[in-house]
Structures are given as structure tokens and as C-alpha cells.
């Protein structure tokens, strides 16, 4: 499969709920980003974590990095409405290279 | 807040005809990207560019696109002879290095 695959591929909650999102990948990278886009529109970055980090907050996000399953996990706690959008993880290798890799995504649907 | 901006929003064209897709990045960035998304796809890699010059390019991005930074500016994107297949939604996208990605709102092009 290719670099930066999330699960599940499709998520449906209740606001007020936690929403966790997966995302694997297959080679060394340097940094592993997650982004939203509301349907139609651009996306959005939400964080950036790099390979030598663990975790990392942001508001109602939080972002997780094992870089020895070569995964990532992202959490929104107490979600909202407004929270409904697809969410993708993106990777940069660790060769220096320009270009970013994109999974497929994760589309969230929060009801209110 | 800075924001990467993309024109037109939508483009409607013939087959075969070229387009030009615009865009003017964050003035402080340095490396400037174009992606596209066919609906419902994945958000894939067409070319990087830094320096005044191709940095990377995927397979997809052959000779019939082309890439330019023709001011300082503006970043554009020269399909030429479209295709139907290249009918997708364009994301301009700009970034400090090691840093997240600014991206644009999109045009929309679709070739009849």
C-alpha cells in the first residue's frame, strides 16, 4: 500500500465523543503532518511532529508517533459538529526529498 | 494570517486546449508545490520547486505540464493538449522548510 494510510477509512461519532484517527507508513520519514479539508475546499494543517517526538498537543488535538510500528494516531477530544471534515496524514521522508505523501484519509462525521 | 491564493477558482475547458493555473505564495516561503485530487481521491504529488527551479516531480507530472515562476511572485502550472482524466481539483500549496504546509483553496478544472 502506499506511504501514509489511514484507518479507518471512514469514522462516525456523536459530538461530545473522542475521534481517533490511524495512520501507518512504510519507510523512514522525517516529519508526519495531519490536515483537515471540509468538503470541496483546501486542507488545512493541524500539526507537525517529527520523527525524534513522541506526542504533541494542540488545542483539542492530540498527535501520537511510534516511528518503530512506523504509525501514528490522531485524537479529538470532545468533538464537534464543526469537527466534521476528512482528515489526512502526510509524510516527508527522511532523504531530504521535496515531496510529501498523502494518504487516502480518514472522513469524519460528527452528529450533532 | 498569510494565505497562498489560487486563480481562477474554477476552470472549465476543451480537450486539448491548454490552461494556466495561478497561484501567489506565502512571500516568505521558499518551496512552493502543486498537488491535485481527482473527487474523492487522494491528494497526490505533482511537482516541488525551490530555488527557481523543479525540485522533484512525480510520475505523473510528464511533459505536458510545465511549471513557472515568471515574477517573484506568481506560481504557475501549464497543462498543456488537457485530457479528460485531467479534470481535478489543483491545490497551489507554499512552506518555510520543515514546517507544515500552507495550501491554496483549489481551482477546479474540468475539461469537456
Known amino acids: 500500500s502506499q506511504q501514509g494510510e489511514e484507518d479507518p477509512q471512514a469514522l462516525s461519532i456523536q459530538e461530545g465523543e473522542n475521534a481517533t484517527m490511524n495512520c501507518s507508513y512504510k519507510t523512514s520519514i522525517n516529519n508526519l503532518q495531519w490536515y483537515r479539508q471540509n468538503s470541496g475546499r483546501g486542507l488545512v494543517h493541524l500539526i507537525l511532529i517529527r520523527s525524534n517526538e513522541r506526542e504533541k498537543h494542540s488545542g483539542r488535538l492530540r498527535v501520537t508517533l511510534d516511528t518503530s510500528k512506523k504509525s501514528s494516531s490522531l485524537l479529538i477530544t470532545a468533538s464537534r459538529a464543526a469537527d466534521t471534515a476528512s482528515y489526512f496524514c502526510a509524510t516527508d521522508k527522511n532523504t531530504g526529498g521535496f515531496k510529501t505523501i498523502f494518504g487516502a484519509g480518514t472522513r469524519l462525521f460528527v452528529k450533532a | 494570517e498569510p494565505e497562498v491564493t489560487q486563480t481562477p477558482s474554477h476552470q472549465v475547458t476543451q480537450m486539448g486546449q491548454e490552461v494556466i493555473l495561478r497561484c501567489v505564495p506565502i512571500s516568505n516561503h521558499l518551496y512552493f508545490y502543486w498537488y491535485r485530487q481527482i473527487l474523492g481521491q487522494k491528494v497526490e504529488f505533482l511537482v516541488s520547486?525551490?530555488?527557481?527551479?523543479?525540485?522533484?516531480k512525480s510520475e505523473i507530472f510528464d511533459d505536458q505540464f510545465s511549471v513557472e515562476r515568471p515574477d517573484g511572485s506568481n506560481f504557475t502550472l501549464k497543462i498543456r493538449s488537457t485530457k479528460l482524466e485531467d479534470s481535478a481539483m489543483y491545490f497551489c500549496?507554499?512552506?518555510?522548510?520543515?514546517?507544515?504546509?500552507?495550501f491554496g483553496s483549489g481551482t477546479r478544472l474540468t475539461v469537456v
Open positions: 520547486f525551490y530555488n527557481n527551479e523543479i525540485s522533484e
Open positions: 500549496a507554499s512552506r518555510p522548510q520543515g514546517y507544515g504546509y500552507t
